[in-house]
C-alpha cells in the first residue's frame, strides 16, 4: 500500500502538470483565433522517420543545455549564461578546429576540450564575481550573455570568412568530421555522432552528483550554505567549482551540431539554446532522466511547429508559448503536490499523537 502511495504521489506533479499546460494552451488557442482541434491533432500525429531523427538530435543538444543549467541549480546557482558559455565554446572549438593545425581525430578531440575549457573560463568570471565580490550571478550572467554575444560577432569578423550575406569561420577539414549513425533506413537522414556526448554527461550528472562525495557536498550546500559550512564544506571552493563545471558542459552543447552538421561556426548558428536548457531543466526537476524527459518534450514541440505553421497556419509562437506555458505548469503542479503532500503528513502526524496521548490517558486512568 504504501509503494502505490509513494507511485501515486510521484506521479501527480507530472500528470498535473501536462493538464494544466494542455488547458491552458488550448484556451490560449481559442482566444487567438486557432483552432484547437487542428493543434491537437497535427500535435499528436507520430512524426516520421525523419521527423524522429531531428527530435533526437535536438534533444541531444538540449539534454546537454540541461545538465549545465542543473548543476548550477543543484548548487542553488541560478547560472542564466548557459547560452554565453556555449556560444563562447563552440566558436572557440570552430576557430581551432577550422585552421588545421591537427589532423583527423585528434584535432576533433581537442577542439572539444577547448570548447570546454571556453565555457568554463567565461562561468569563472561570473563565479568569481560571486565568491570575491557578492555580486549575484543572476545579473552577472545576464551581462556576460551580452557581452559574449558582442565578443563573439567582433572576433567573427576579424577572422571569419564571408560567404554570401554571412559570416563564418573557416570550414573545419573532413577528416576531422564525425559521421552519423543511420537508425531509420528510411528517414533520409542521420543521428549525430557527437549526440552521444549526451548519454555520456547523462551519466556522469548521475554518478558524481548521486554517487560521490563532492556530489553530496554539492547538494548540501544548494539546500543549506550554513550548514555546509558546519559540517566543514568550503562553500567558496564549491560555487566557484559547480560553476566552472556548469560551463565546461555548456561548452558542449554545440559540438555535435559543429562536427556533424555545420562544420564552422557562423552567424546563422543556431541561437537561444542555453536560454531552452534553462526550462528544460525547470521542467526535469534537475533530474537526469527528468532532463532527458523535458529535452525530449521541448524537441518534439520544436519539430512539429513546422507542420503547425504549415497544415494549419498556426504561427510557430504559440509553440514556444506552450512550452513556456509547460514550464510553468510543471512548477505550479509540483507546489501544489508537495503542499499536499506536506499537509498529509502533519495530519498523520497529529493522528500519532493523539493516539498516544489517548493511550497514556487510559494508562494513568
Known amino acids: 500500500m504504501k509503494r502505490l502511495d509513494r507511485l501515486v504521489t510521484m506521479l501527480a506533479a507530472p500528470v498535473l502538470a501536462l493538464l494544466m499546460a494542455g488547458l491552458i494552451s488550448s484556451v490560449l488557442l481559442w482566444v487567438t483565433g486557432y483552432s484547437v482541434g487542428d493543434f491537437w491533432s497535427i500535435l499528436l500525429t507520430w512524426p516520421q522517420p525523419r521527423q524522429l531523427t531531428n527530435i533526437l538530435n535536438y534533444g541531444a543538444i538540449l539534454y546537454l543545455s540541461g545538465v549545465a543549467a542543473a548543476i548550477g541549480f543543484k548548487m542553488n546557482l541560478f547560472n542564466i549564461g548557459v547560452e554565453s558559455q556555449y556560444r563562447m565554446g563552440v566558436f572557440a572549438a570552430a576557430a581551432f578546429a ?36 557578492g555580486v549575484s550571478e543572476v545579473i552577472s550572467t545576464i551581462m556576460l550573455n551580452a557581452i559574449a554575444g558582442l565578443l563573439v560577432g567582433y572576433f567573427l569578423r576579424q577572422i571569419g570568412v564571408q560567404s554570401g550575406n554571412s559570416t563564418a569561420t573557416k570550414t573545419i577539414p573532413e577528416s576531422s568530421w564525425v559521421g552519423g549513425i543511420t537508425i531509420f533506413s528510411d528517414a533520409g537522414n542521420q543521428l549525430l555522432g557527437l549526440s552521444l556526448l549526451a548519454v555520456v554527461v547523462g551519466v556522469a550528472y548521475w554518478l558524481v552528483l548521486g554517487k560521490t562525495r563532492f556530489g553530496f557536498n554539492l547538494r548540501a550546500t544548494g ?8 559540517s566543514g564544506v568550503d562553500v567558496k571552493k564549491m560555487i566557484i567549482v559547480a560553476m566552472l563545471l556548469s560551463g565546461a558542459v555548456a561548452g558542449l552543447i554545440g559540438m555535435p551540431t559543429l562536427f556533424g552538421d555545420a562544420h564552422n561556426y557562423g552567424s546563422s548558428f543556431q541561437t537561444g539554446i542555453g536560454f531552452a536548457g534553462i526550462a528544460v531543466a525547470l521542467l526535469g526537476r534537475n533530474n537526469p532522466i527528468g532532463i532527458l524527459f523535458g529535452a525530449l518534450i521541448f524537441s518534439y ?41 506536506v499537509a498529509r503528513e502533519q495530519a498523520a502526524v497529529a493522528v500519532s499523537l493523539q493516539a498516544d496521548a489517548d493511550v497514556d490517558e487510559e494508562v494513568a486512568a
Open 98 to 133: 577550422g585552421t588545421g593545425w591537427l589532423s583527423g581525430w585528434l584535432n576533433t578531440v581537442v577542439a572539444i576540450v577547448i570548447a570546454m575549457l571556453a565555457g568554463a573560463g567565461w562561468a569563472a568570471i561570473a563565479a568569481l564575481l560571486r565568491v570575491f565580490r
Open 223 to 230: 539546500m543549506s550554505e550554513t550548514a555546509a559550512v558546519a
Open 301 to 341: 514541440l520544436h519539430e512539429q511547429a513546422n507542420n503547425l505553421n504549415i497544415l494549419a497556419g498556426i504561427s510557430p509562437e504559440i509553440v514556444q508559448v506552450t512550452q513556456g506555458v509547460t514550464v510553468i505548469a510543471v512548477v505550479v503542479a509540483y507546489e501544489l503536490v508537495r503542499r499536499i503532500k
